[in-house]
Structures are given as structure tokens and as C-alpha cells.
């Protein structure tokens, strides 16, 4: 790039606060510092929604974005399933943010959200996980959900390791399930519990599974889902869902 370039651009970006040229800016500079990440377009409208900024800074805070992709694709594909008939379930809510989404979405209706996680952060991750996970990453507690979720009445939390507690809940048939566990394990385990609960046109949605740092999630799902009729589909966001046949 032309020196003189540069200057207008910078001019025009930092003393003029012109948004796309602050966004061209950012471009140029990440292609040379970091050419794996690919910018996508100018001007996507959810990152101007304010009431969903401000869900999610009420839980991640203004410092990490880093899954407020998957958020929004959680809450808008949620809508899919409100024909469906059953309860929804989350495996790995941390402090609720997902389930929070959940829990809202079922407000008028008497569907049920279950919540299952150890509060104890990750189990132990196995050969399938490589290095990026030790047991006890992500640990949260059960009164800081509960906290967060205490405007819902609808919400029914099972704390404890995968698959313990899933005996309780065997009854039931789901509408959505949300698989947010990062390890194969766990993972697997829970697609073998809900797969054959999702009423049909139920969705699974894996948060975790197109990312380097997962393996043993994306394993679990292609390893599960090898022998159903169900196709996989991945988002450029790092998430896979399925829909129930
Ligand atoms: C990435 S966090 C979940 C984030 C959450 N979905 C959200 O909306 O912020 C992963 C969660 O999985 C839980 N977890 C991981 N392995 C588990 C296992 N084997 N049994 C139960 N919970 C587990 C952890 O305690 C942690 O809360």
C-alpha cells in the first residue's frame, strides 16, 4: 500500500471515525499480522442489535465476543423447533448464557429446560481431546445459574458428570438439545442419550464442534452420526447441527 494511502486511511479511520474505512483498516492490518482470519463483510446487521448485545454482555462482559456468533445462531435456529413438541436440554451451561436463550424461548409454552453439567468444569479429556483441555477448565458453579436463570420457572438443572443423571429425564422426548461439553466423551455419550429422544424435527446443535482446539467433540458427532440418516450440517461459526428425521 501507497503511503499516502495509508495516511488517508488512517486519517479517515481515527481522527474522522468513518466506520468503513476503521473496518478497512482493521482488514489491512490483520491480513499482515494474521492472514488465517478472514474478515467477512462490511456491516452484518446483528452486530448492530442492540438488545442482543446487551443479552450478551450481561454475561461474557465487553472484552470477548468470541461466541457471540453462536449465540445468535442458537437463539434464531431455536425458532425451527417451536412446532415441535417436547422439552429442550443443554449439556454444559457454564453461568447459563445458552440457556438463558432456551429458557426464554419457552416462556408461553410447557416445555421444560435441562440442564446438565458437573459445575466442576471439564472432565478428563482422552486421547480423542489433544492438548488445548485439562480436566477442571470452565468451572462454574450451580448458585451463579441459578442466579442467573432465577427469572425462569421452567428450568430444571441435573448437576453432575455426564451421563450420571441422564437415567432421570429418560422419559421425556426433546425438541432441541444443545451439546456444549468441548470433549468427545461426554459428547458422544449425551448424542447417544438424545438422539433417540428428539421428536422428529427436534434439533441437536453442537457448539463445539468445528473448532481445532475440539477434536474429540467433531469426532464424537462424525463417529456418532456415520450410520443415521441424518446429514451434519457446519456453520462457518464452528457449530454442527442435525435435524431430526
Ligand atoms: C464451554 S462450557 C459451556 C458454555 C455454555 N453453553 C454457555 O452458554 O456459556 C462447558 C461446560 O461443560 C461442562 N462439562 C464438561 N464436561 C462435562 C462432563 N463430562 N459432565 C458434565 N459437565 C461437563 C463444564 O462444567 C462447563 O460448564
Not at 482493521?26 to 499482515?32: D, G, H, P, W
Not at 442489535?49 to 462482559?61: A, C, P, T
Not at 449439556?91 to 440457556?99: H, K, Q, V
Not at 457449530?239 to 431430526?244: E, P
Amino acid at each position: 500500500m501507497k503511503i499516502v494511502t495509508a495516511v488517508k486511511m488512517i486519517v479517515k479511520s481515527l481522527i474522522k471515525k468513518d466506520e468503513y474505512a476503521q473496518f478497512v483498516l482493521a482488514e489491512k492490518i490483520s491480513e499482515r499480522i494474521y492472514p488465517q482470519y478472514k474478515f467477512s463483510e462490511f456491516g452484518r446487521l446483528y452486530l448492530y442489535d442492540k438488545e442482543f448485545l446487551k443479552y450478551y454482555e450481561r454475561f461474557e462482559g465487553t472484552k470477548n465476543y468470541h461466541s457471540l456468533d453462536r449465540k445468535y445462531v442458537l437463539n434464531q435456529i431455536m425458532k425451527l423447533t417451536y412446532n415441535v413438541d417436547g422439552d429442550t436440554a443443554e449439556c454444559g451451561a457454564f453461568a447459563g448464557a445458552s440457556s438463558f436463550l432456551m429458557c426464554n424461548h419457552l416462556l408461553s409454552t410447557h416445555k421444560k429446560h435441562c440442564i446438565f453439567d458437573s459445575f466442576e468444569g471439564l472432565s478428563n479429556p482422552s486421547g480423542e481431546d489433544g492438548e488445548y483441555w485439562h480436566q477442571g477448565d470452565l468451572s462454574s458453579s450451580e448458585e451463579i445459574i441459578r442466579l442467573n436463570l432465577r427469572n425462569f420457572n421452567n428450568v430444571e438443572i441435573y448437576k453432575g458428570w455426564i451421563p450420571e443423571r441422564f437415567s432421570e429425564v429418560s422419559s421425556r422426548k426433546f425438541s432441541f438439545v444443545h451439546l456444549d461439553v468441548d470433549l468427545f466423551q461426554p459428547t458422544f455419550d449425551s448424542l447417544e442419550f438424545f438422539y433417540p429422544r428428539m421428536n422428529q424435527g427436534g434439533i441437536i446443535l453442537c457448539d463445539d464442534y468445528g473448532f481445532t482446539t475440539c477434536p474429540g467433540a467433531k469426532k464424537a458427532v462424525d463417529e456418532f452420526f456415520s450410520d443415521k440418516k441424518e446429514p451434519v450440517i457446519c456453520l462457518p461459526t464452528g457449530q454442527a447441527f442435525m435435524v431430526r428425521r
